[in-house]
């Protein structure tokens, strides 16, 4: 089992950025591959990013790509995400998750395959 703990979330005007990390504790980190979820107010969950256990294969969603990049630190046990050029459509919470059953050099986009989730943090951006 792994615990999830997402930091960095905040207001931001539109244009502007900010960084997401998710911290990991519990089972080794590289166990898992892990994606960021967000989830506006009357949305559903949505995907945001991925990337598989090593950190070599990544995707994002057509909404964020060019903009948003997921990296991880496996010795430091963290996921990141940098959010650039933010757009007020970007406001919602945004969760960390694990997957534990993925190849070692793939990721899923469907939430229903992620085994562990953190308890969000909130990102608004204003116009």
């Known amino acids: 089992q792994v615990q999830l703990a997402e930091s960095g979330g905040g207001l931001v005007q539109a244009g502007g950025s900010l960084r997401l990390s998710c911290a990991a504790s519990?089972?080794?980190?590289?166990?898992?591959?892990m994606g960021w979820f967000r989830q506006a107010p009357g949305k559903e969950r949505e995907f945001v990013a991925a990337?598989?256990?090593?950190?070599?294969?990544?995707g994002y969603s057509d909404s964020v790509k060019g903009r948003f990049t997921i990296s991880r630190d496996n010795p430091k046990n963290t996921v990141n995400l940098q959010m650039d050029s933010l757009k007020p459509e970007d406001t919602a919470i945004y969760y960390c998750?694990?997957?534990?059953?993925?190849?070692?050099?793939?990721?899923?986009?469907?939430?229903?395959?992620?085994?562990?989730w953190g308890q969000g943090t909130q990102v608004t951006v204003s116009s």
């Open positions: 998750a694990a997957d534990r059953k993925s190849l070692s050099s793939t990721y899923v986009s469907d939430p229903a395959e992620y085994d562990y």
């Open positions: 519990g089972r080794p980190f590289s166990s898992y591959a």
């Open positions: 990337i598989s256990r090593s950190g070599g294969r990544s």
